[in-house]
């Protein structure tokens, strides 16, 4: 996945990394993760698990149609779910720089999944399959994601 210089963030987004810093971090130094069978299994059981505990529901239903980006507890929207992802790969020693929220669209809507930079290429985290997927097997079209170095900033995705 490659950036093509700077990008707005979606606007809900600016309102929930002022609530939640901490969960917007994209420090560290690492640019990518090796990949190893324990890091794909972290990567696996966090997608697997969230998508199941977490019930999708639109904004629509549950922030009466504005578009609210928090930390989920049983339900929520894509966002929502990438961002718990982030918080629970966090807390089994992922690198915030290696954990990027993105951006895309999908069947003429908006859609948001958490990137996972690694050795063996950017990685996928999505609420839509249970399946860890390289960016390039997606059928999203990627518009942008969260800086890698520069916490608070986004990256445009290149073609």
Not at 9 to 29: D, E, H, I, V, W
């Amino acid at each position: 996945m490659t950036t093509v210089g700077y990008a707005f963030a979606p606007p809900a987004a600016n309102t929930f990394c002022a609530r939640q810093p901490g969960l917007c971090s994209t420090a560290g130094k690492t640019a990518v993760m090796a990949l190893t069978d324990e890091r794909m299994n972290d990567l696996k059981q966090v997608n697997a698990s969230v998508n199941r505990r977490i019930t999708q529901r639109n904004d629509a239903v549950t922030a009466s149609g504005s578009d609210n980006w928090r930390l989920p507890t049983t339900v929520g929207d894509c966002e929502d779910i990438a961002i718990l992802k982030k918080s629970e790969l966090r807390k089994r020693g992922w690198p915030a720089s290696t954990l990027l929220l993105t951006v895309a669209h999908y069947r003429g809507a908006g859609h948001t999944v958490l990137t996972v930079r690694t050795d063996k290429g950017d990685l996928i985290l999505d609420n839509l399959t249970g399946s860890v997927r390289n960016w390039k097997s997606t059928p999203y079209r990627y518009f942008a994601r969260q800086s890698q170095f520069e916490t608070g900033r986004w990256s445009r995705i290149g073609a």
